[in-house]
């Protein structure tokens, strides 16, 4: 089948998706992804103007994806999420858990009102969402739960004392909620990616963990996406517990 005929899998039909950090970036290629496979997806974001901007052009391309404003960190703001999804369809089948932020600072350097805050994003706004969610994933069909790791998690770099921190705090939540949650039929697994190419890295040669990976570039979002679609499909129906790593080789150095 070529390329311009090719449809996308219907493996996420009906499912009811929320993902964090939806506006732009790998939260925006995620909702893309998820919602051309079926999924009705509310792409969540503290970015109003881009998230808003996005969902015009998804619903354009006949995309049911939503804008919803949603700060990770306030619990309020996660149960006012969880009403609004719990009046519309009274299940949430899909949680991805995207949303974060960097610091690149030196553990000399690093000031503790930074440290905070980037673990306060990164981490607790995982921990409230599944928290607040889990009536509803509950009572979805099949449910899984992705957490957005990275590479620097398991590994540590040098100037991401505060970032590494959060990302492997996320492996181990994530190993927990999935013992925790077996006995609900729900999944939770960690993605793990490498370099991803953004707008303000794409054009750059060189840098960042490109020289440290094999296949000698970044990731595109869409590769990502791919990912968190399989861990969210019943193709993984006897996946949790785990990472799913994609970062072009770098772990295998």
């Not at 296949?215 to 993984?236: G, I, K, Q």
Request: charged share 20%.
């Amino acid at each position: 089948m070529s390329e311009n005929t090719y449809a996308a899998p219907q493996r996420l039909d009906g499912r009811i998706v929320l993902i964090t950090g939806g506006a732009r970036g790998q939260g925006a290629a995620h909702a893309k992804r998820l919602a051309s496979e079926g999924a009705i997806v509310y792409a969540a974001d503290v970015l109003d103007d881009l998230g808003k901007e996005a969902e015009s052009a998804w619903k354009d391309a006949g995309l049911d994806i939503s804008y919803v404003h949603l700060d990770v960190t306030s619990p309020e703001a996660w149960q006012a999420i969880y009403q609004k999804l719990h009046s519309d369809h009274g299940r949430l089948d899909v949680l991805v858990n995207n949303a974060g932020i960097v610091d690149v600072s030196t553990l000399e350097e690093l000031d503790l009102a930074v440290w905070n805050r980037v673990l306060s994003v990164n981490l607790t706004g995982a921990f409230l969402g599944l928290q607040s969610m889990l009536p509803l994933l509950k009572a979805g069909k099949g449910s899984s739960v992705i957490n957005t790791s990275s590479i620097f998690g398991p590994q540590g770099a040098i100037g991401y004392a505060a970032y590494a921190a959060s990302k492997a705090g996320l492996l181990g939540l994530s190993r927990t909620a999935a013992l925790e949650l077996a006995e609900h039929g729900i999944r939770v697994n960690s993605l793990v990616p490498g370099g991803v190419s953004t707008p303000i890295n794409e054009h750059e040669k060189d840098g960042g963990v490109i020289p440290e990976t094999p296949l000698a570039r970044r990731a595109h979002a869409t590769e990502l996406a791919a990912a968190v679609a399989f861990l969210a499909s019943d193709d993984a129906s006897f996946v949790t517990g785990t990472e799913l790593v994609v970062d072009g080789g770098f772990s295998a150095r």
